[in-house]
């Protein structure tokens, strides 16, 4: 579903020039709570407030009574990402080199699936994280999940 949801609300999202950090859709009863995390572009120069998530809150839940790809009741929320932000895509990454960083892995890489540690570089399609003094090569497609984490 959370594939979908992305597939379906990244284009009209971007076209109100806000970034899709992460969708999640959890499922609630005989419903459901769709999360929508925005961004906006580093050159914006300010933070997402309330009325940007209201004006994309409004446009999703016309896309989604248009194509209703959820059947059921759900509720709809929309917020910035907070500090402690979902890293996604490759230029998110970009985005917080030097920065403090949480990635699990799907399966171990070097004998382990967390690494928290300092976000070296991105290089091609991997990132470099450097944990307890040693630099660990993560390729993109291996991460389940990675967060700023903030000291």
């Not at 950090?21 to 933070?47: S, T, W």
Request: glycine share 8%; net charge positive; hydrophobic share 40%.
């Amino acid at each position: 579903m959370r594939d979908a949801l992305l597939q379906l609300l990244e284009p009209p999202i971007e076209g109100l020039g806000f970034e899709v950090v992460d969708i999640e859709f959890a499922r609630q009863g005989r419903g459901g709570v769709v999360r929508i995390f925005i961004d906006l572009p580093q050159c914006a120069g300010r933070n997402v407030t309330v009325e940007d998530c209201a004006s994309v809150s409004h446009e999703v839940s016309r896309v989604l009574e248009t194509d209703d790809p959820i059947k059921g009741h759900y509720a709809l929320e929309v917020s910035s990402p907070g500090f402690d932000r979902i890293l996604r895509k490759p230029a998110h990454f970009e985005r917080f080199v030097g920065q403090r960083v949480a990635v699990e892995m799907r399966v171990p890489q070097q004998g382990r699936r967390r690494f928290v540690g300092l976000l070296k570089q991105v290089a091609g399609k991997a990132v470099e994280v450097e944990t307890d003094g040693v630099r660990f090569i993560l390729p993109l497609e291996r991460i389940s999940r990675a967060r700023l984490k903030p000291a």
